[in-house]
């Protein structure tokens, strides 16, 4: 059984910076590819950022893209999501999620894909 769990959120103005952590409790980390998923108010659950199980390979929303990056630390079982110039509309609750891959490389952006999700960790961003 996987567990993960978030830390790093909270209240930032716009342009700030916040960074994300998620620890898997899990002896095979390195098994797992990554996501960072959002959910605001009244929408649906929205892919954030993707990572493979070696870290080589990301993918990123594209309203994210030059301002977050995904990253991992299989040593640590951790995955990072580093979150700069942040805007009112980043606020959402972000949850990370693993799932199982025999592909080193391969990555999911779906969250149907994803087996096992954390509890989220709320960002809140002020204009």
């Known amino acids: 059984q996987v567990q993960l769990v978030e830390s790093g959120g909270g209240l930032v103005q716009a342009g700030g910076s916040l960074r994300l952590s998620c620890a898997a409790s899990?002896?095979?980390?390195?098994?797992?590819?990554m996501g960072w998923f959002r959910q605001a108010p009244g929408k649906e659950r929205d892919v954030v950022a993707a990572i493979s199980r070696s870290g080589g390979q990301t993918n990123y929303a594209d309203s994210v893209k030059g301002r977050f990056t995904i990253s991992r630390d299989n040593a640590k079982n951790t995955v990072y999501l580093q979150m700069n110039n942040l805007e009112p509309e980043d606020t959402a609750l972000y949850y990370c999620a693993a799932r199982f891959l025999q592909s080193t490389t391969a990555l999911w952006t779906i969250p149907d894909r994803y087996e096992h999700w954390g509890q989220g960790t709320q960002v809140t961003v002020s204009s």
């Open positions: 899990v002896r095979t980390f390195s098994t797992y590819a």
